[in-house]
């Protein structure tokens, strides 16, 4: 298990940007792939980008590609994702989790990751 705290979140006005954070502790951080995810009132947790353990793979849902960019930082054990030109849609709670490898791990569904932090809320005002 590793222990996940997001923070960054906040209102914003459509167009621009936020840039949320995920500090890890506990078990060595680089031995995880570090997901973002969101959910939306009423809504169902969706996958947002992943990262791998050393940064060189990354995966965005088709919803965000373009905008946001996932980072991390091993020396610092944090995980970073930049949103730029944040739109109304993108407003929910933005959680972080950690993903041990595991075969077929598609990074991409919740039951992949063993940890998780306790979200951040970002909210987009139109």
């Known amino acids: 298990q590793v222990q996940l705290v997001e923070s960054g979140g906040g209102l914003v006005q459509a167009g621009g940007s936020l840039r949320l954070s995920c500090a890890a502790s506990?078990?060595?951080?680089?031995?995880?792939?570090m997901g973002w995810f969101r959910q939306a009132p009423g809504k169902e947790h969706e996958f947002v980008t992943r990262?791998?353990?050393?940064?060189?793979?990354?995966d965005y849902a088709d919803s965000v590609k373009g905008r946001f960019t996932i980072s991390r930082d091993n020396t610092k054990n944090t995980v970073y994702l930049q949103m730029n030109s944040l739109k109304p849609e993108d407003t929910a709670v933005y959680y972080c989790?950690?993903?041990?490898?595991?075969?077929?791990?598609?990074?991409?569904?919740?039951?992949?990751?063993?940890?998780w932090g306790q979200g951040t809320q970002v909210t987009v005002s139109s």
């Open positions: 989790a950690a993903a041990p490898d595991r075969p077929y791990n598609t990074y991409r569904r919740r039951e992949d990751y063993s940890s």
């Open positions: 990262i791998s353990r050393l940064g060189r793979t990354t």
């Open positions: 506990g078990r060595t951080f680089s031995a995880f792939s």
